[in-house]
């Protein structure tokens, strides 16, 4: 039985949910307890989500809550970051969308893409993503980008980090923002311009701060996918860049990755 915030957590979000995707039964959430790491969480509400509207929904209600929301694609990681014991939002039988773009430089896609059939759908064009991690077989999209994958090709020059072009992604408050679209940013600009000025605020405290500029160039000269991509901070000064790059290897805890094009 939900104790009675996550029983008005459900009330809220079953009008937007349909109610088969939503599951509370503890015999089906205890299914999704585990990922492919040793770790084990039961979580009380399992979603599966069928688009961004019903993402927005879930974030806006379980923050007015404060209730903790966890995000699962394939469930590949062997680090425990796609387990919960509060919420857990998956990714439903859709997000498959692809667009190929500029003459097959770039690639748009939806997260619920795995890995490799991304690269073949570029294959006919005789190009690939560049993060190859060794589950591209399994993983998705949203998980690879969610973690900053690379792998043993592509290194530190062509990894999720280094290829994303725009993004776009819901926030914990259930606003959406497109890095792609002009409209989009003029109007995150009116509702979170704080927000991009707290990024550049952080950014010029960066550079002014020599020691600690050189030490987060140095940390990620190297092959680093452990915590926030700080180097955002250094690499941007545009604050739309340096937010969707602190989104590449967040693991889902900044926002939602909805929608990406690669280069």
């Known amino acids: 039985m939900l104790s009675a915030k996550y029983a008005q957590f459900y009330n809220k979000v079953v009008k937007t949910v349909p109610q088969k995707n ?36 879930i974030l806006f209600q379980a923050n007015k809550l404060r209730l903790p929301v966890t995000f699962r694609a394939a469930g590949t990681s062997l680090s425990g970051q796609a387990i919960s014991d509060s919420i857990l939002v998956r990714l439903g039988e859709g997000w498959r969308k692809y667009n190929i773009l500029d003459h097959a430089r770039k690639i748009q896609l939806e997260p619920g893409i795995i890995g490799s059939d991304a690269n073949a759908i570029l294959a006919a064009f005789d190009k690939k993503i560049g993060p190859d991690p060794a589950s591209i077989d399994s993983a998705k999209i949203g998980g690879i980008l969610a973690n900053n994958a690379s792998g043993m090709c592509c290194g530190i020059e062509q990894n999720s980090y280094q290829t994303l072009e725009s993004i776009r992604v819901v926030l914990a408050d259930g606003t959406h923002v497109d890095t792609a679209s002009e409209s989009s940013r003029s109007d995150f600009e009116t509702t979170h311009g704080y927000l991009l000025k707290t990024l550049s605020r952080i950014r010029a405290r960066v550079l002014k701060a020599k020691q600690l500029r050189e030490r987060i160039g140095y940390k990620y000269k190297i092959k680093n996918t452990t915590g926030y991509s700080l180097n955002a901070l250094i690499d941007f000064e545009d604050p739309y860049e340096i937010m969707s790059h602190l989104m590449i290897g967040s693991e889902g805890t900044l926002g939602f990755i909805s929608n990406v094009i690669l280069k």
């Not at 039964?25 to 979603?47: C, E, H, Q």
């Not at 599966?48 to 509207?53: K, L, S």
């Open 22 to 57: 939503i599951i509370t039964d503890p015999l089906r959430t205890v299914t999704f307890g585990t990922d492919a790491s040793f770790y084990r969480l039961n979580p009380k509400i399992v979603i599966n989500v069928e688009n961004e509207q019903e993402v927005r929904q």
